[in-house]
């Protein structure tokens, strides 16, 4: 039973790197390599962030894939000493979701001996490292490997399962034998996906067995697996000797602290009404085929979450514990409401007495392909704590809110408002009675200042921020004039925004040419005069330019620190507020874009085409301009990211890709099932416009690609426009 008396000291912030070697048929997949962690480490980055302890790598398949092969121990040295000597304990890991070197796998008898006889070497290399993961989740890593198939060995069956699964405890035990011979005080932490699954009543068999099943690693670790365990049949069914379970009983190997990694995904709903899930492959057992989804994606009836999850594993194991792995995909104000909940629910239970010693923010260089469950290496990329798609450590938000942990007002709040799985949209089946939930975004103190009521951008960054439980004001002309400083201080003072995002602005290119007047004041005037007012209260703002502030003649893409030379007045404009917005608010974040599309509004070159071509008419298109397309919804997303982060200075969003409007129309027309023979195609001259346009405006960064590419943009468009479509119908 666990004593219900406050714990003494702090709850620690613990970091860690994802670092999985994994290996699919002969190809290994290794997270480092793609984050170039062995070149860049940003070691002082990680450190920056006031951790406690850090899970880092000392990887079996990356040290020694040749076996008897001399191991290069240089960068592990240098990584390990740097976090030494600033006073942060390294929990060092031997294998991450791998399968070891190509000479063995986790179906190798041999695999545990092989795996103590590198721990070993590891101890005598580090003699003072005292936490060690042997294997990290091993119970997660068999069933993808032995279970379901997807990493190697790709197992599909029960047998192999345990086998993998009784593999890697036996190399866990064997190499912490091996490390203790080195130094008798090592420790074990050792993580395990924290899960639990709940059912309909008729798959409640399933769920029990499940929930009996998710502690097997500490179970079986502790001497627990004996002739009165639940579990006892399983492993006798599916062939595990006797004698191979004895060897746990006779050397138990209690976690010095048990490690729970806990994701959105980690507790499961099983149903069998496979008719309300179209959208999900059923799976099944040999009784009843159902549906296993995500818990969170259902009305579940009975508390869940960390809250519940943790005391259960400290009333059965009675062992110190800490949440070892706690991150979230998603947008930036998210990750900090999935990190500060999980921080709270850990400091509230240590208060009651629960001995837990750390919350681990994970992946803080991010990952790669888990979106794919590592399978592929056509790898998408998430940050963590650091977003390292520029080729540097950018601090993202949740950086800013481990380093200030409960003392930065601003992102404490940001936190505190309910993240996409808590909200009534979530879920693939919708609950019998309607949630009693607000219809509006929950009010903050202070709201983002959304200026441009009446535009695309404006009316779109709302709908996102409404998407996301962002509370903002979306102020028009009459509300805030940026061109006019009385307006805008009297805006400020009104409202109180923690950011301003301008959406404002003169939109109409060829126009501009005979309104010059029109154009600057609202294009260039206003933003300098709103920088300024920004700068002055310290307010994040966000602003936006275009890609026609270049003039084409660059045979490639444009990146940010290309000079700038317009060709028209309305690129002149925007060139003229980077340079005035810039100066008056160096911190300020200034987007490039380029042409919009989006599902939601009539004005786009998109919509255009679509709309001539079905009703029979024909069009003219330039075949001699390149832009990169921009989906709305991607700028939107990426804008309010950057802006939740702080981050400054010009920066490009555009989808990737480079398209002449040519080929844009014809797209068009073939997605929309038109007739694209009225399209005509012609040089730009020919079509008499008073504005010049580059001949290449595509838009490249060199500070981290951000959007999607162009061909997975044009596909979720016409997904969304079908929708919107038929809810306007």
Not at 516 to 542: M, S, T, V
Request: proline share 6%.
């Amino acid at each position: 039973m666990v004593a219900h008396t406050p714990m003494a000291g702090e709850l620690e912030l613990w970091g860690g790197l994802e670092c999985t070697i994994n290996r699919v048929g002969d190809r290994y997949l290794d997270q480092f390599a793609l984050a170039n962690l062995y070149v860049q480490p940003n070691s002082d980055s990680i450190a920056s962030l006031g951790i406690r302890k850090l899970r880092f790598p000392v990887l079996w398949e990356k040290h020694q894939p040749e076996a008897g092969e001399v191991i290069d121990w240089s960068y592990s040295t240098e990584q390990l000493e740097y976090y030494r000597g600033r006073g942060i304990d390294v929990i060092a890991t031997l294998v991450h979701h791998g399968s070891g070197p190509q000479h063995t796998s986790l179906l190798d008898p041999g695999f545990p001996e092989q795996l103590a006889a590198y721990a070993g070497k590891v101890a005598k290399q580090f003699p003072w490292v005292e936490y060690y993961t042997p294997v990290n989740e091993p119970l997660t890593t068999a069933r993808f490997s032995g279970l379901y198939g997807l990493w190697y060995p790709h197992a599909r069956d029960d047998r192999s399962f345990l086998r993998c699964l009784l593999h890697e405890l036996k190399g866990t035990v064997l190499a912490m034998q091996a490390i203790r011979q080195v130094n008798p005080g090592a420790k074990l932490v050792q993580t395990e996906d924290l899960g639990k699954t709940y059912s309909t009543p008729k798959l409640a068999y399933q769920a029990r067995f499940e929930n009996e099943r998710r502690w097997l690693t500490f179970d079986i670790l502790c001497g627990r697996l004996n002739e009165r365990h639940r579990l006892w049949k399983y492993f006798k069914t599916w062939g595990i000797e006797e004698e191979e379970l004895r060897f746990f009983i006779e050397n138990p190997c209690p976690p010095d602290i048990c490690g729970f990694n806990y994701y959105v995904t980690s507790e499961r709903f099983l149903d069998e009404r496979l008719h309300q899930y179209p959208q999900l492959q059923p799976g099944g057992n040999r009784r009843h085929r159902y549906v296993d989804v995500e818990a969170v994606r259902v009305p579940l009836d009975e508390p869940s979450g960390l809250p519940v999850l943790l005391p259960e594993a400290a009333e059965r194991f009675g062992l110190p514990m800490a949440v070892t792995e706690v991150h979230l995909n998603c947008h930036r104000e998210d990750q900090l409401r999935w990190f500060k909940q999980a921080w709270d629910a850990c400091a509230a239970l240590r208060s009651e007495g629960y001995d837990l010693r750390g919350v681990t923010s994970w992946a803080l260089m991010g990952s790669f392909g888990w979106n794919k469950l590592l399978t592929c290496t056509d790898c998408d990329y998430e940050p963590g704590a650091f977003d390292i798609r520029g080729g540097i450590a950018r601090p993202t938000a949740l950086a800013h809110f481990l380093q200030e942990l409960g003392r930065t007002p601003h992102f404490e709040e940001l936190a505190a408002g309910k993240g996409w799985w808590q909200r009534g949209n979530r879920f693939l089946v919708p609950p019998l009675l309607p949630l009693q939930e607000a219809r509006t975004t929950p009010k903050q103190r202070q709201p983002i200042l959304i200026v441009g009521k009446r535009g695309t951008l404006g009316q779109a960054f709302a709908r996102i921020c409404r998407e996301r439980s962002l509370s903002y004001v979306l102020a028009g002309r009459e509300d805030c004039d940026i061109a006019n400083p009385e307006s805008v201080m009297a805006a400020l003072g009104e409202i109180r925004p923690w950011a301003v995002i301008n959406a404002a602005g003169y939109v109409r290119v060829d126009d501009a040419e005979s309104d010059a007047e029109a154009c600057f004041r609202d294009n260039a005037d206003g933003p300098a005069q709103l920088a300024l007012a920004c700068a002055r209260f310290g307010i994040p703002l966000a602003s936006f330019s275009s890609d026609l502030v270049f003039d084409g003649q660059k045979a490639t893409g444009y990146v940010e620190s290309d000079a700038v030379a317009p060709l028209n007045v309305y690129g002149e404009s925007k060139a003229r507020a980077e340079q005035a917005v810039l100066s008056a608010y160096p911190d300020a974040l200034m987007l490039r874009t380029s042409a919009f599309f989006g599902p939601w509004d009539r004005y786009n070159f998109f919509h255009w085409v679509e709309e001539t071509l079905s009703l029979g008419q024909p069009l003219r298109v330039a075949s001699d301009q390149l832009v990169s397309p921009t989906y709305v919804p991607d700028l939107v997303h990426a804008a309010l990211d950057l802006l939740i982060d702080r981050a400054g200075g010009i920066r490009h969003l555009a989808n990737r890709g480079a398209f002449s409007w040519a080929e844009l129309a014809y797209m068009v027309a073939e997605r929309a099932g038109l007739d694209a023979s009225l399209i005509e195609t012609v040089p730009t001259a020919a079509l008499g416009l008073p504005a010049r346009r580059p001949h290449n405006s595509v838009l490249h960064t060199e500070k981290g690609q951000m959007l999607p590419d162009a061909a997975n943009a044009f596909h979720r468009y016409f997904a969304a426009k079908t929708r919107h479509v038929e809810l306007m119908d």
